[in-house]
T-cell receptor, first 115, second 113 residues
């Protein structure tokens, strides 16, 4: 079984400032890691994923995340945010055996970008 | 646009009633997943279908059921509705293959009054 912890339920940040959204996971097996974004009144959209290889993963809209196996973390970062980045962000893990039914989501972090 | 279509967008109904939520997956995706998103429970996996057959069950109540039809669209049936069933219900589809991501529809917002 696996679990995902997103410690920050809300993160306010000013436009053009950097942001980091934290994600820690727990699993007894190796996992794939994902970040999804949910804009208001929309479904979840894949932002980026870590499957293997380089621990720094680049996604859409200028976001990137770094997988840290020793700290079991997969924090999401963006060097300069825009108003349009205001959304809810979900970290998720899935065991290497795959299967969307085994995808476990965190509780989400609401990113609010202010002028 | 994810390519996953859900109807209706909004649904308001009374306790004790039954509703049906519909989902059309992306073209070529054989798997359909249903999720419930509520403020207190977060995003919960309900059930998965693959090419018409039930593949996996998650935290789905006995009052809820689903099916996937030969044309691969899926329906989620919710009966004897309670106030606590008010939530966003998402459908997602994916190609099989352990690396493939889920593609989500925009959801159906169910309000039970």
């Amino acid at each position: 079984a696996q679990s995902v912890t997103q410690l920050d339920s809300q993160v306010p940040v000013f436009e053009e400032a950097p942001v980091e959204l934290r994600c820690n996971y727990s699993s007894s097996v190796s996992v794939y890691l994902f970040w999804y974004v949910q804009y208001p009144n929309q479904g979840l959209q894949l932002l980026l994923k870590y499957l293997s290889g380089s621990t720094l993963v680049k996604g859409i809209n200028g976001f990137e995340a770094e997988f840290n196996k020793s700290q079991t973390s997969f924090h999401l970062r963006k060097p300069s945010v825009h108003i349009s980045d205001t959304a809810e962000y979900f970290c998720a893990v899935s065991p290497l055996t795959g299967g969307g039914n085994k995808l476990t989501f965190g509780t989400g972090t609401q990113l609010k970008v202010e002028l | 646009d994810s390519g996953v279509t859900q109807t209706p967008k909004h649904l308001i109904t009374a306790t004790g009633q039954r509703v049906t939520l519909r989902c059309s997956p992306r073209s070529g995706d054989l798997s359909v997943y249903w999720y419930q998103q509520s403020l207190d429970q977060g995003l919960q996996f309900l059930i998965q279908y693959y090419n018409g057959e039930e593949r996996a069950k998650g935290n789905i109540l006995e009052r809820f059921s689903a099916q996937q039809f030969p044309d691969l669209h899926s329906e989620l049936n919710l009966s004897s509705l309670e106030l606590g069933d008010s939530a966003l219900y998402f459908c997602a589809s994916r190609q099989e293959g352990k690396n493939s991501p889920l593609h989500f529809g925009n959801g159906t917002r169910l309000t039970v009054t």
